[in-house]
C-alpha cells in the first residue's frame, strides 16, 4: 500500500443498544488500547463492521490492507468447531465468527501479517481445525474474568526461543495481562505453540512456514504503554506490515522484531 502508515484492517464488535451512553440504537466498537498500541508502532487503523461474507468478498477486502489485527470480545460459537456449547460460553456473535474467519483465511492466503489477540488466536487455532477448551476457569485459576471491569490477571509466560514471538518481543520470559476463560485445546493444522502459561495453558501460537501469523492468549495491549516488550509485539507486527509484499515471508527467528 501507498503512503508511510501501513493501513491494518481492524474488525469490530457488536454493541448492543444503550451500552454507549446516548446511543439508541446498536453500534460497532473498538477497545481504545489495541489502536493506542498499533498507533503507537506506527500503523493506521481501518474499523470494519462485520458483516456476512463469502471468500471473494473477503479476499477483496484484505487486498485493501496491509495487516490483519484480531480482537478479544465474546466466545466463539463451538459449533465451529463440532463441540456442544459450555454453560458458561458467552457472548456469541455467528456474523462476527463468520466474518473474521472469512478474514483470517483471506489474509493468510494473502501472505497478510496478522496479529491475533485472545478471541483472535482463539479463532485462528479453530479456522485451522483446532478446538477450544470452553471453560478453564475451575481448574486453572489465575487467567483472570473475561467481560469484567477489573477482571484482568497478570502472570508470567514462557516463550520459545526460536519463535516469532520471542523475536518480536526481546525476551523469552514475559509478564502478561490476561482475562479469558477459554483456551486452545486441540492444536490446528499448521500451527505452533510458543509460548505457555506455568500452568501449561497455551499462551501462543504461530502459522508454520514464512508468513509471520502470530496469535497470542494474553492481552499485550492492556500493559504496552508501560511495558516495552508487550509494546514491541505491535511494532513487529506493523513492521510485517510496512514491508513490501515480496519482503514479508520471512522465516521464524531470522530478524529481530
Known sequence: MSGSAPLVAVPAYAVAPGRVERWRT????????YLEALRRAGGQEAILAPREIGDADAAAIVAHFDGLLLLGGGDLDPTRYGAPAHPAVYGV????DAFEAALLAAAVRAGLPVLAICRGAQLLNVVRGGTLHQHITDDRPGHGIPGTEAG???HPV???PASRIAAAMGTT?????SHH????????????VTAWAPDGTVEAVEL?????????????????ADDPAQQRLFDAFTAEASRPPAQRRIRPGSRKG
Request: negative net charge.
Open 208 to 224: 508454520d512456514g514464512d508468513a509471520w501469523v502470530v496469535g497470542v492468549q494474553w492481552h499485550p495491549e492492556d500493559t504496552a
Open 26 to 33: 446498536a453500534g460497532i466498537a473498538v477497545p481504545v488500547p
Open 158 to 160: 514462557r516463550l520459545a
Open 152 to 154: 484482568a490477571a497478570l
Open 173 to 177: 520470559a514475559a509478564v502478561c495481562s
Open 181 to 192: 476463560h477459554q483456551a486452545v485445546d486441540r492444536l490446528g493444522t499448521g500451527l505452533s
Open 93 to 96: 456473535d455467528p456474523v462476527r
